[in-house]
């Protein structure tokens, strides 16, 4: 198959995009918990903040809406992308009248929200305008750009941002998040969308469609990978909800140097994961893949489980590589496994599969993040790392329980009858 380059105007508009929804989402997973720990929020509450990202989680909900609903004069995915980037940059400049204090902390916090939402919101019209944009064999090369634009953006608004006003007004971080965004809008507001390939497209009534689902979940395999899904971040999201925590709350480090540690050195750390794990998933077959770097991302959680139980001091030249192993080698599994999800695809109903897959994942994580102050405040930190290792290691335990291949696509009308 001949090779296509995708244009740069595509690539950088995707990356652009992709960039402007991670900057809200890498603040609030990544830099906010550290914020309030330095309050004085009891881990509970720490952990209990990253339900602000439940929009993520529930946005297949209104996700018809956003593909149904649109302007063909304008543009149906632009109808819903600029609005979003608009409200996505008000909502910064909101936040940056609420500096952060237990005063100010609910309105803040709504603020946090709502900037998840209308991220969350714009990543639906998104996908389906990178699906209108590019051609069949510019995908792969448009979903790198996809992935590396979010993390960037995640790296941003989760450590540069705040590294770089550290020291100077609270304001000044979020009116330059919201300076972002208004300049991702203005390049989306003079693009041509292109006209959809609606004959390309297969329509399926929702009758069928539940039918279909039904009969899928009724398969062993299938409710193999659903575990597998579900439990293949809970450890390590249960470990990194924590960690930056751990830093501040026991071992008092500035909150800048670990937000620029954490969020800005295991981000690029991730980002060449993510590109490594998809070098693995093409020279292995996929449940081999997602064994193989399963295991792999089990070793930094071990070395930091160890680093908590006081083994060794929490310095920039044991916390720097620690995080970078475990982001790089959890980018590669996300990789493989996001890979092995697609390969499971009904493709009659291929777009809302791997939806629900997809927010099954997202639900997975969530679980373990909300929980983690929780647990810390019953047990302490120790157990709690001790835990995220035991859980990497039954997801292990899961997988050789996965097919070597997914028929999901031979489902015929016979079957779900």
Same mark, same amino acid.
């Given at each position: 198959?001949?090779?296509?380059?995708?244009?740069?105007?595509?690539?950088?508009?995707?990356?652009?995009?992709?960039?402007?929804?991670?900057?809200?989402?890498?603040?609030?997973?990544?830099?906010?918990?550290?914020?309030?720990?330095?309050?004085?929020?009891?881990?509970?509450?720490? =952990? #209990? &903040?990253?339900? !602000?990202?439940?929009?993520?989680? $529930?946005? %297949?909900?209104? /996700?018809?809406? *956003?593909?149904? +609903?649109?302007?063909?004069?304008?543009?149906?995915?632009?109808?819903?992308?600029?609005?979003?980037?608009?409200?996505?940059?008000?909502?910064?400049?909101?936040?940056?009248?609420?500096?952060?204090?237990?005063?100010?902390?609910?309105?803040?916090?709504?603020?946090?929200?709502?900037?998840?939402?209308?991220?969350?919101?714009?990543?639906?019209?998104?996908? =389906? #305008? &990178?699906?209108? !944009?590019?051609?069949?064999?510019? $995908?792969? %090369?448009?979903? /790198?750009?996809? *992935?590396?634009? +979010?993390?960037?953006?995640?790296?941003?608004?989760?450590?540069?941002?705040?590294?770089?006003?550290?020291?100077?007004?609270?304001?000044?971080?979020?009116?330059?998040?919201?300076?972002?965004?208004?300049?991702?809008?203005?390049?989306?507001?003079?693009?041509?969308?292109?006209?959809?390939?609606?004959?390309?497209?297969?329509?399926?009534?929702?009758?069928?469609?539940? &039918?279909?689902?039904?009969?899928?979940?009724?398969?062993?395999?299938?409710?193999?990978?659903?575990?597998?899904?579900?439990?293949?971040?809970?450890?390590?999201?249960?470990?990194?909800?924590?960690?930056?925590?751990?830093?501040?709350?026991?071992?008092?480090?500035?909150?800048?140097?670990?937000?620029?540690?954490?969020?800005?050195?295991?981000?690029?750390?991730?980002?060449?994961?993510?590109?490594?794990?998809?070098?693995?998933?093409?020279?292995?077959?996929?449940?081999?893949?997602?064994?193989?770097?399963?295991?792999?991302?089990?070793?930094?959680?071990?070395?930091?489980?160890?680093?908590?139980?006081?083994?060794?001091?929490?310095?920039?030249?044991?916390?720097?590589?620690?995080?970078?192993?475990?982001?790089?080698?959890?980018?590669?599994?996300?990789?493989?496994?996001?890979?092995?999800?697609?390969?499971?695809?009904?493709?009659?109903?291929?777009?809302?599969?791997?939806?629900?897959?997809?927010?099954?994942?997202?639900?997975?994580?969530?679980?373990?993040?909300?929980?983690?102050?929780?647990?810390?405040?019953?047990?302490?930190?120790?157990?709690?790392?001790?835990?995220?290792?035991?859980?990497?290691?039954?997801?292990?335990?899961?997988?050789?329980?996965?097919?070597?291949?997914?028929?999901?696509?031979?489902?015929?009308?016979?079957?779900?009858?």
């Amino acid at each position: 198959m001949s090779r296509v380059r995708p244009s740069a105007w595509k690539i950088g508009l995707l990356s652009a995009l992709y960039f402007a929804q991670g900057l809200p989402f890498g603040f609030q997973s990544n830099a906010l918990p550290l914020y309030l720990t330095e309050l004085g929020l009891t881990m509970s509450q720490v =952990g #209990f &903040a990253r339900a !602000l990202a439940l929009p993520w989680a $529930l946005k %297949a909900l209104w /996700a018809p809406l *956003v593909d149904r +609903y649109g302007s063909a004069s304008f543009g149906r995915r632009k109808s819903w992308i600029v609005p979003m980037q608009l409200l996505l940059a008000g909502a910064c400049v909101v936040a940056s009248m609420f500096p952060l204090s237990r005063d100010t902390l609910t309105p803040f916090l709504v603020c946090v929200l709502l900037m998840n939402l209308f991220a969350a919101t714009q990543d639906i019209a998104v996908d =389906g #305008f &990178a699906v209108d !944009l590019l051609d069949k064999r510019e $995908l792969g %090369a448009g979903n /790198a750009a996809q *992935v590396t634009g +979010y993390k960037v953006g995640v790296l941003t608004g989760g450590g540069l941002l705040v590294a770089l006003f550290a020291n100077g007004s609270w304001s000044s971080l979020f009116l330059t998040m919201a300076g972002l965004c208004l300049l991702v809008m203005t390049l989306v507001f003079f693009v041509k969308e292109p006209v959809p390939r609606e004959t390309q497209q297969v329509r399926v009534e929702f009758g069928e469609l539940l &039918a279909r689902l039904r009969h899928l979940v009724s398969r062993p395999a299938v409710r193999w990978l659903l575990l597998a899904v579900a439990t293949y971040k809970m450890g390590e999201t249960l470990a990194d909800a924590m960690f930056g925590a751990w830093m501040v709350r026991v071992h008092h480090l500035a909150k800048e140097d670990v937000a620029l540690w954490l969020g800005s050195w295991g981000m690029i750390a991730s980002l060449a994961g993510s590109f490594a794990g998809g070098f693995v998933a093409t020279r292995l077959k996929l449940k081999q893949a997602v064994l193989v770097t399963g295991a792999l991302r089990l070793l930094p959680l071990i070395a930091q489980w160890a680093l908590v139980a006081g083994l060794a001091l929490p310095t920039q030249a044991t916390i720097v590589p620690l995080t970078c192993a475990e982001h790089f080698f959890g980018g590669m599994l996300t990789t493989a496994m996001f890979a092995l999800m697609m390969s499971s695809v009904d493709r009659r109903i291929g777009a809302t599969h791997y939806t629900l897959l997809a927010s099954v994942e997202v639900i997975g994580k969530a679980i373990p993040g909300l929980l983690s102050g929780v647990f810390v405040d019953a047990v302490g930190f120790g157990p709690v790392f001790g835990a995220s290792v035991l859980l990497s290691l039954l997801f292990l335990a899961v997988v050789p329980k996965l097919p070597e291949h997914f028929e999901t696509q031979a489902v015929d009308a016979a079957a779900i009858g």
